[in-house]
């Protein structure tokens, strides 16, 4: 134990431990981090100094280009669907996203049926989907039929595709 005999009061925690290694978490003051040992012997020591975080002022409220409305930006409807038009707009530009619209204008689809119509990895579709939620453009809900889960196209989610349709031409 070389290396912590020259650091002083870390206070260490044994996160992990088999037959032949451990893993310990160091923590103070100032000092975070991870030292491994294999047979007694330590191997792997990662030290980070701990800052305070600075305290950072709130994002400004007006600032446009996130995901969902900002509540005190949903006092001026103007406002509101500027920033849900320019979100709209940047996400059909993103890889995927204006296929997803596009296929759900068809019909309600399922995941599975989406990621073999729409060309992008898994994650990638998760993704487009958690985020067209997270602005409007579409909803997840049940069909009637056979009780299985259908993403829709809202109606934001329509004008946003016609939108992609006019830039296309």
């Not at 160091?26 to 030290?47: N, R």
């Not at 969902?68 to 995927?96: A, F, M």
């Not at 060309?119 to 049940?142: H, P, Y």
Request: proline residues 3%; hydrophobic residues 30%; glycine residues 8%.
């Amino acid at each position: 134990m070389r290396c912590m005999e020259n650091l002083g009061d870390l206070k260490r925690t044994l996160l992990t431990e088999n037959t032949v290694s451990k893993v310990w978490d160091l923590k103070d003051s100032a000092i975070e981090g991870e030292l491994t040992e294999i047979e007694g012997q330590e191997v792997h020591l990662v030290l980070n100094r701990v800052s305070e975080k600075p305290k950072v002022a709130p994002i400004q409220e007006q600032q446009i280009g996130f995901v969902g409305v900002e509540e005190s930006v949903e006092e001026n409807p103007e406002q509101v669907q500027r920033v849900r038009d320019i979100e709209s707009t940047r996400y059909i530009q993103k890889r995927g996203g204006y296929s997803v619209l596009s296929e759900l204008a068809q019909a309600p689809q399922r995941f599975k049926d989406l990621l073999d119509r729409v060309d992008v990895s898994r994650g990638t579709l998760a993704s487009r989907i958690k985020e067209a939620e997270g602005i409007g453009l579409i909803e997840k809900g049940i069909r009637k039929s056979n009780g299985s889960p259908a993403y829709t196209l809202t109606e934001e989610g329509e004008k946003t595709k016609e939108q992609g349709d006019k830039k296309a031409k």
